[in-house]
Antibody, heavy 120, light 107 residues
Framework: QITLKESGPTLVKPTQTLTLTCTFS??????????VGWIRQPPGKALEWLAL???????RYSPSLKSRLTITKDTSKNQVVLTMTNMDPVDTATYYC????????????WGQGTLVTVSS | EIVLTQSPGTLSLSPGERATLSCRAS???????LAWYQQKPGQAPRLLIY???SRATGIPDRFSGSGSGTDFTLTISRLEPEDFAVYYC????????FGGGTKVEIK
């Protein structure tokens, strides 16, 4: 059974760096074809893809946010970490991590999401 | 950069009716790398369709996807009460992108 869970601060101040951790079970990020991505959703708005890391450490970033994002993995801990610098109130959103397989980049299992509010 | 436009923004239908949702890309989507998700309030999205027309595991056959190139469609043949939700398309070829969503609401 595949599960993912996001963790991190619920409140960050403008200009701070956000660090979110996705802890997963039921699969290994060392298995060929597997990936974990981050997607966010501002309140009442649409989904926005942020970043994706594959089993072979290949990484993809949203072009519009690439300069602010870093995604890493710790295979031994079954974790993926996303950092986003220079947070702004417009970054207030629910942040999801999700699993992808077979080298593709659609997401078949999702975490419950974590709401991050950016406010002074 | 590819832009995905979903229409209509809101679809008002009754249970038992057929729902047809559109996702249009500004450029051709390579090899039909197009997925559809369902999202209910307070929940994470659920994968319905990948590869434009392949149903994900456990998805009822009343959900079907079609299309290629720049025009894709999600069809729900007969709406069940649990199908009223927001639906998103996602392109996952050369770029990764979600559409703006279509809300299917009870008429």
């Amino acid at each position: 059974q595949i599960t993912l869970k996001e963790s991190g601060p619920t409140l960050v101040k403008p200009t701070q760096t956000l660090t979110l951790t996705c802890t997963f079970s039921g699969f290994s990020l060392s298995t060929s074809g597997v990936g974990v991505g981050w997607i966010r959703q501002p309140p009442g708005k649409a989904l926005e893809w942020l970043a994706l890391i594959y089993w072979n450490d290949d990484k993809r970033y949203s072009p519009s946010l690439k300069s602010r994002l870093t995604i890493t993995k710790d295979t031994s801990k079954n974790q993926v970490v996303l950092t986003m610098t220079n947070m702004d109130p417009v970054d207030t959103a629910t942040y999801y991590c999700a699993h992808s397989d077979s080298g593709w980049a659609y997401f078949d299992y999702w975490g419950q999401g974590t709401l991050v509010t950016v406010s002074s | 950069e590819i832009v995905l436009t979903q229409s209509p923004g809101t679809l008002s239908l009754s249970p038992g009716e057929r729902a047809t949702l559109s996702c249009r890309a500004s450029q051709s989507v390579s090899s039909s790398y197009l997925a559809w998700y369902q999202q209910k309030p307070g929940q994470a999205p659920r994968l319905l369709i990948y590869g434009a027309s392949s149903r994900a595991t456990g998805i009822p056959d009343r959900f079907s996807g079609s299309g290629s190139g720049t025009d894709f469609t999600l069809t729900i043949s007969r709406l069940e009460p649990e199908d009223f939700a927001v639906y998103y398309c996602q392109q996952y070829g050369s770029s990764l992108l979600f559409g703006g969503g279509t809300k299917v609401e009870i008429k």
